[in-house]
């Protein structure tokens, strides 16, 4: 399975800023994970998904 992580950042309505992230296969949004307050710990949970759930690790991993 050929798949991409994503970590976006968003604006937080009360300032800082959040850190959701996702999954993606072939240009289609395949699981949405949820929002942390560090890039760091989004990126973490979402290797772990990867790893845990998926079986592998993902092909690139893009910060937006």
């Known amino acids: 399975m050929s ?15 959040l850190y959701p992230w ?8 395949f699981h949405y994970g949820q929002r942390f307050q560090t890039r760091e ?3 973490k949970e979402g290797l772990h998904y990867c790893q845990h759930v998926l079986g592998e690790a993902p092909n690139r991993i893009t910060h937006l």
């Open 22 to 29: 996702s999954i993606w296969k072939n240009g289609k949004q």
């Open 3 to 17: 798949f991409e992580l994503f970590i976006e950042k968003w604006s937080a309505p009360s300032g800082g800023y």
């Open 41 to 43: 710990e989004a990126e």
